[in-house]
């Protein structure tokens, strides 16, 4: 089992839309947890942390739920620049990430 | 964040060469670290550049294959020995400033295609 999962997608949805995005880590120690959202040809760039009383950045809201090991990441009113590669990240240890596979988003007109 | 910045950006090398990567970051940072993504794959860590001793390798990473240095707080390099195709992917490195919430800020990456 991988330590971290996410829902495979890809998610191709309609501009307006909601999405959700769901991550599992294997690891109950874990304690800082990420999103970052990839474009093609670029490196990974932080969207927004992720904190036990769930956070929220504009049109997006992460969620943290300790209990079931997984975090959420939901994106409301869909932009065609929304379109991306969204990857979770969890920190096990002292600096070190674990990232998952990453979850394509196409959001169309 | 910081500006992380890599060097070369892109190389296209000969079987049996290396090429050695640069990434400079503006500020002093806690960690840095190096991945490497094959199209279409997610991140995978090679190893975390320690100042001033040996990098700590993940599994499946040799030090005679990926020798790395770190010299001070804003400077490693990746060094990618005796090339093959399948070294051919796109190496990043990150810095990560500590003390807080551990997120990672990307260098642009490089491309690295080995014919």
């Known amino acids: 089992r991988k330590e971290v999962e996410q829902d495979p997608g890809p998610f191709n949805v309609p501009e307006g839309a909601t999405v959700a995005f769901n991550c599992t880590y294997s690891?109950?120690?874990?304690?800082?947890f990420f999103w970052y959202r990839q474009d093609c040809r670029k490196e990974p760039k932080l969207l927004m942390s992720?904190?036990?009383s769930g956070n929220e950045d504009g049109r997006f809201t992460a969620q943290l739920n300790r209990a079931s090991q997984y975090i959420s990441l939901l994106i409301r009113d869909s932009k065609l620049s929304d379109s991306a590669t969204y990857l979770c990240?969890?920190?096990?240890?002292?600096?070190?990430?674990?990232f998952g596979d990453g979850t394509t988003l196409t959001v169309k007109p | 964040s910081a500006v992380i910045s890599q060097k070369p950006s892109r190389d296209i090398c000969q079987r049996g060469t290396s090429l050695t990567i640069q990434c400079q970051v503006d500020?002093?940072?806690?960690?840095m670290f190096w991945y490497r993504q094959q199209p279409g794959q997610s991140l995978t860590l090679i190893a975390t550049?320690?100042?001033?001793?040996?990098?700590t390798y993940e599994s499946g990473f040799v030090i005679d294959k990926f020798p790395i240095s770190r010299p001070n707080l804003t400077f490693s390099t990746l060094t990618v020995s005796n090339m093959s195709p399948e070294d051919s992917s796109i190496y990043l490195c990150?810095?990560?400033w500590g003390g807080g919430d551990n997120e990672q800020f990307f260098g642009p990456g490089t491309r690295l295609t080995v014919l």
């Open positions: 990240a969890v920190n096990t240890n002292a600096g070190k990430s674990t």
């Open positions: 690891n109950s120690a874990s304690q800082s």
């Open positions: 992720v904190y036990s």
């Open positions: 500020s002093q940072v806690t960690m």
């Open positions: 550049a320690n100042q001033g001793s040996e990098a």
């Open positions: 990150s810095g990560e």
